[in-house]
């Protein structure tokens, strides 16, 4: 029986709440065995700030890495909108991000049938949806240098961002994108904006090498990531991979959110690479929608997302399929059995809590394993 630790990171607004949610699954899973996940959870985000003054501690951090994954709830919220820049909430996930060097973010959107009426898209748009985009995760205008605001003169300030791409960080999540659509369509879509940005033409250049040296089976597009807005909303279902920059993936990854029904389905795993040695790769998984702190504390949010990012901690960090595939259609069934929470809810469904969708998936979970 094999033991994995779990880092649990909260963080603000909604997090706790819907981690709390994945405590109940990872509880059931514990019980029903082979495997055995062992939990600690820490601070991160704004609590953190209140507790230690950082974003993140650095005990948090070296737990972290040791951790097998972290799984992450959310942060942020306009308590925190004074702090200085470096502490503020989102800098601990950036941290994360960065310092377990986790390069690849998978966001797959997936419209469950029955909430192909949720979305704000017709149905016949939505429904059957299956399209997984890959956000390069630790470099782009996120982490580039130099990112600062200078007082000119004349009162006047100039803020600079730079949006920065080196050859192998394209190659890289290029070939993650390649290697997960062999397993589905083996189409992918790279987005990027090459009429204007020097980083889009080498974006451009490079996943094209990578395309005929590596992979020349899969089918490959690219796509100005203005019109690839524009084509998610118009026909989405043409797209199967989509690899994207950090920024673009950020804004690209949102809108794809929204064709399945709501933020609050949205899952997310972020990879580094597969260690030389063990084969292991360090992950965090979290939900795509933010902390949401005007329905903090109330029970109103939706906890689906959160579960299925440790759904996808199943797949992809632990060889868990069949854990990972109970997991994924015990929340079709509750939806299928018409429980909403409200950000998804529909005439004829029944309106239930956090606590009660969680409990719903846990219940599922053991009727469907039987
Ligand atoms: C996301 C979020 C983050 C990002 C924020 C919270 C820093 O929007 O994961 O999509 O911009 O990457
Ligand atoms: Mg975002």
């Known amino acids: 029986m094999a033991a994995y630790n779990l880092l649990l990171l909260p963080g603000d607004g909604i997090g706790p709440e819907v981690m709390a949610e994945v405590e109940r699954v990872i509880a059931w899973l514990n019980a029903a065995g ?40 959310a942060v942020g919220g306009p308590k925190w909108d004074g702090v200085p820049y470096d502490v503020r909430p989102e800098a ?37 949806l299956d399209i997984l985009i890959v956000r390069e995760l630790t470099g782009g205008v996120y982490f580039g240098e130099p990112k ?10 100039r803020a600079i961002d730079t949006q ?11 070939r993650v994108a390649f290697d997960l659509a062999a397993t589905r369509k083996n189409l992918v879509h790279s987005a990027e904006k ?48 989509l690899v994207t920059d950090n920024l673009f993936g950020d804004v690209l990854s949102d809108i794809a959110a929204m064709l399945t029904g709501s933020l609050g389905m949205l899952p997310s795993a972020s990879l580094g690479a597969p260690d030389a040695k063990t084969g292991r790769r360090k992950a965090l998984y979290e939900p795509v929608h933010g902390s949401a702190p005007d329905i903090a504390g109330q029970g109103l949010a ?28 015990a929340v079709a069934s509750v939806l299928e059995q018409g429980l909403r929470t409200g950000d998804i809810m529909q005439p004829g469904c029944t309106r239930v809590s956090t606590a009660d969708m969680g409990a719903a998936v846990v219940a599922a979970m053991e009727r469907i394993a039987g």
């Open 34 to 73: 082979p495997h055995s996940f062992a939990t600690e959870s820490d601070l991160v985000g704004g609590s953190a700030y209140d507790a230690h003054g950082q974003a993140i501690s650095d005990a948090a951090m070296d737990k972290a890495l040791a951790a097998d994954a972290v799984i992450f709830g």
């Open 92 to 128: 601990g996930l950036l941290r994360l991000r960065k310092d377990l060097e986790l390069f690849a973010n998978l966001r797959p959107a997936i419209c469950y049938p029955a909430l192909a009426d949720a979305s704000s898209l017709k149905r016949e748009i939505v429904e059957g």
């Open 148 to 157: 600062t605001i200078t007082d000119i003169g004349n009162g006047q300030k």
């Open 164 to 174: 920065v791409y080196d050859t192998f960080e394209i190659e890289r999540i290029a």
């Open 194 to 241: 090459r009429n204007v940005m020097k980083t889009g033409v080498l974006w451009h250049e490079v996943v094209s090498q990578v395309h005929a040296r590596e992979y020349p089976a899969a089918e490959l597009h690219h796509i100005l990531a203005d019109n690839c807005a524009m084509q998610l909303v118009r026909t989405p279902k043409q797209f199967d991979v």
């Open 302 to 329: 939706n906890p689906i997302a959160m579960i299925a990012s440790f759904a996808m901690a199943l797949r992809y960090s632990f060889g868990q399929i069949e854990s990972a595939d109970l997991v994924e259609s």
